[in-house]
């Protein structure tokens, strides 16, 4: 029998180019998307789909039951979904913090939540997708950074706890990906900084930061086929990075000292 996969996010970048490969290489893939359009094509490509809208707590309870009704297993779960909001933490207030947590960290813990009893009962994996900027916090992303920051820290609690259940939880921190994230980024930046910001004389540093996530990108299909390799193992959970800098930006943050480290991130993005 083949293994199932659900995957968030699916309308492109990650996601997408994830359950075209799992699918070639065998899985029996189950998409998700927002948007009917972007489940049209999903389907065109050969992938099922479901409908999922992540911040609503029916439409997440809704996926679950038809994954259940359809095919009654998942052997892996992979948490892809979310969005990232670039400008200064400040301007971004309580409700861009809000946001961004209902997307990144509440909706992934919602849909685990959901899944959880098929995922017991097959002894399955969960991945999470985090990012090297929940380890490298930079200025003008910091509550991008604090979403994936909360997602990683929830995802080494979930190892450890669901770990008596027999399911085991994968993190995977992805460094530059081409996925047209920065574009979206630089559209949220766009929007979130206004000429009366304290912040507005410095909006190139915004906007470098906004594009950070394209120096030199892994291609989403690169990124896809280096994770399924490690879904393929049979131990397969903890910690893992893929993609440009995602090694070389962890190491950066960990052993750098942190007055320095500011002083490197202020010039970059033009704080200085």
């Known amino acids: 029998m083949s293994k199932t996969m659900l995957i968030t996010g699916c309308s492109g970048g990650i996601g997408k180019a994830l359950a075209i490969e799992a699918k ?3 899985y029996r893939v189950f998409a998700t998307a927002r948007k009917e359009a972007d489940l049209v094509a999903l389907q065109h490509l050969g992938l099922e789909t479901i409908a999922l809208e992540m911040t609503e707590a029916d439409s997440v309870k809704e996926a679950a039951v038809q994954l259940k009704q359809q095919v009654g297993r998942l052997d892996i779960l992979v948490n892809n979904a979310g969005f990232g909001v670039m ?10 913090l809000r946001q961004q947590f209902e997307v990144n960290v509440f909706a992934v813990m919602d849909l685990t939540q959901a899944c959880l009893p098929l995922l017991i009962q097959s002894k399955g994996l969960i991945v999470n997708i985090g990012s090297v900027s929940g380890v490298l916090t930079t200025p003008f992303a910091g509550v991008y950074c604090a979403s994936k920051a909360a997602l990683h820290s929830l995802s080494d609690a979930l190892r450890m706890e ?6 085991r939880v994968l993190t995977v921190q992805p460094g530059a990906i081409d996925t047209g994230f920065a574009n979206r980024a630089k559209l949220e930046a766009e929007q979130l900084l206004k000429p009366d910001s304290f912040w507005w004389s410095m909006r190139e540093g915004v906007l470098l930061r906004a594009n950070a996530s394209q120096n030199k990108p892994t291609s989403a ?5 280096s994770l399924m390799k490690q879904l393929d193992k049979a131990n397969c959970s903890g910690v893992v990075g893929i993609g440009h800098g995602a090694v070389s930006l962890i190491l950066l943050a960990r052993l750098l ?11 970059k993005f033009k704080l200085i």
């Open 221 to 225: 299909e690169s990124f896809a086929n």
């Open 87 to 96: 400008g200064p933490v400040l301007d971004a207030g309580a409700e861009g």
């Open 257 to 267: 000292p942190q007055k320095l480290l500011d002083k490197i991130l202020r010039r």
């Open 162 to 167: 669901l770990a008596p259940l027999g399911v």
């Open 24 to 26: 070639r290489q065998g």
